[in-house]
């Protein structure tokens, strides 16, 4: 499969501790993206990177959050010191320079994190 | 502030009926318009995108309306199918710069058998 892969795919946790997801984006492509899904809304986009750049972090990305991508090819989001709002379905996507023919984010199915 | 509003919330079609989803926007410099189809336990994936130099684009049984004076686009889904149940999500982006969509709430389409 050479799609945008997540690991883990679920995560329990109990609130005060420390959680690392990671995503693996389609090989070449550049751009990578971090997605926060509540249940029933869409997707809020957490932070970017080209490469290994970060280069926007939204507001909704506090300083508990935080992402790397230090090789410019997989990526990890941790949350620190979880709370039960952190609670949710975190997304991946990845898009090549330029987005793509039709600007297209590629996206992976996801890490359900739930904060006890 | 969100930037895209969509409605309805949720819909149910019967099979071989028309399903029309709706999103409006405020912000006028968007220039990029996807639709994304989620099934569950799956991420998102792209339908069909327009830009706004275009007011209709068709792929299939797909096809997005795009109004740029009144800022808003539809996506209809012809001779729906059971298989088209699914979340559907219109989003916004500037071609300029593709660093990120701004998703709308989702619509939740059933189709009866």
């Known amino acids: 499969d050479t799609g945008v892969s997540q690991n883990p795919r679920h995560k329990i946790t109990k609130r005060g501790q420390n959680v690392t997801f990671r995503c693996d984006p389609i090989?070449?492509?550049?751009?990578l993206y971090w997605y926060r899904q509540t249940l029933g809304q869409g997707p809020e986009f957490l932070t970017y990177?080209?490469?290994?750049?970060?280069?926007?972090k939204s507001r909704l990305l506090s300083d508990r959050f935080s992402a790397e991508r230090p090789k410019g090819s997989f990526s990890t989001l941790e949350i620190q010191r979880t709370e039960q709002g952190d609670s949710a379905m975190y997304l991946c996507?990845?898009?090549?320079?330029?987005?793509?023919?039709?600007?297209?984010?590629?996206f992976g199915p996801g890490t359900r994190l739930t904060v006890l | 502030q969100q930037q895209v509003k969509q409605s309805p919330q949720s819909l149910i079609v019967q099979k071989g009926g028309i399903s029309i989803i709706n999103c409006a926007y405020e912000?006028?410099?968007?220039?990029?318009f996807p639709w994304y189809q989620q099934f569950p336990g799956k991420g998102p994936a792209l339908l069909i995108a327009?830009?706004?130099?275009?007011s209709e684009k068709k792929e299939g049984r797909f096809t997005i309306s795009f109004n740029k004076s009144a800022k808003q686009f539809s996506l209809h889904i012809m001779d729906s199918q059971p298989g088209d149940s699914a979340t559907y999500f219109c989003?916004?982006?500037?071609?300029?710069?593709?660093?990120?969509?701004?998703f709308g709430s989702g619509t939740k389409l059933n189709v009866k058998p």
């Open positions: 912000n006028t410099a968007f220039d990029y």
């Open positions: 989003a916004a982006s500037y071609l300029y710069n593709f660093n990120k969509f701004y």
């Open positions: 090989s070449e492509h550049n751009r």
């Open positions: 327009i830009r706004p130099d275009v």
């Open positions: 990177f080209q490469n290994e750049a970060q280069l926007e």
């Open positions: 996507a990845s898009s090549p320079q330029g987005g793509g023919a039709y600007g297209e984010q590629f």
